[in-house]
């Protein structure tokens, strides 16, 4: 079974900013929280990880709660192009099996 | 990022026939590549995990004799779906892994292949 939970579906107004939680609250100290992301019949698309530190790049920002059991995937100026399903994964490494859970269905209105 | 590719994007068949699917790692090498399926509405479900050179490991319940997997090369993992039936139709993607220490730290998708059985 997925060690994540995520609220079944969400939305946000175009040009807002997205928070995304997650909580994992069964994590352990060497798992990584990876967070991806699936388009309508398209293959998943990595958007970022992390361990401890909160991360940032040029897609997102994660947030990762200091005890670890919850994060945040912030999307800081949503386009009606992040409507997608959303995964967030605790895994070992990038190699890994991902076992995914339901997701987080994204909306985001005009 | 890197690039993983599959072929075809789509294919038709009919029942009782054997369709393969190819993925390919196009710039980096990958020694292990993962199977999943996923069903309308529902997320991806792994069926199997492939190392090169070596046999695939199957999750429960998925048939290693229906569901052929061959990882002959670090670029390439091919799934057979032998005698293919109408519950078979079903989006199946593939992922794929660099070994440890490499440029990337991420598991990079496909885009998926849609199998429809008739």
């Known amino acids: 079974d997925a060690k994540t939970t995520q609220p079944p579906s969400m939305d946000c107004a175009e040009g807002r900013a997205a928070n995304l939680p997650c909580n994992h609250s069964?994590?352990?100290?060497?798992?990584?929280v990876y967070w991806y992301r699936q388009i309508h019949s398209q293959g998943p698309q990595y958007i970022i990880h992390?361990?401890?530190n909160n991360e940032t790049n040029e897609m997102a920002s994660l947030i990762i709660t200091e005890d670890r059991k919850s994060s945040t995937l912030i999307l800081p100026h949503a386009t009606l192009r992040d409507t997608a399903v959303y995964y967030c994964?605790?895994?070992?490494?990038?190699?890994?099996?991902?076992?995914f859970g339901s997701g987080t269905r994204l909306s985001i209105r005009p | 990022g890197a690039v993983v590719s599959q072929h075809p994007s789509r294919v038709i068949c009919k029942s009782g026939t054997s369709v393969k699917i190819e993925c390919r790692s196009l710039?980096?090498?990958?020694?292990?590549m993962f199977w999943y399926r996923q069903f309308p509405k529902q997320s991806l479900m792994l069926m199997a995990t492939?190392?090169?050179?070596?046999?695939?490991?199957?999750e429960q319940g998925v048939e290693k004799d229906k569901f052929l997997i061959n990882h002959a090369s670090l670029t390439l993992s091919t799934l057979t779906v032998t005698s293919a039936h109408p519950e078979d139709s079903s989006f199946y993607i593939c992922?794929?892994?660099?070994?440890?220490?490499?440029?990337?730290?991420?598991?990079?998708f496909g885009p998926g292949t849609r199998l429809t059985v008739l």
């Open positions: 992922s794929a892994v660099e070994p440890p220490g490499q440029t990337y730290n991420e598991q990079f």
């Open positions: 069964t994590i352990s100290g060497n798992e990584y």
């Open positions: 992390g361990l401890k």
């Open positions: 994964i605790v895994i070992y490494s990038s190699a890994s099996k991902i076992i």
């Open positions: 710039d980096f090498q990958a020694t292990t």
């Open positions: 492939s190392n090169e050179g070596s046999k695939a490991t199957y």
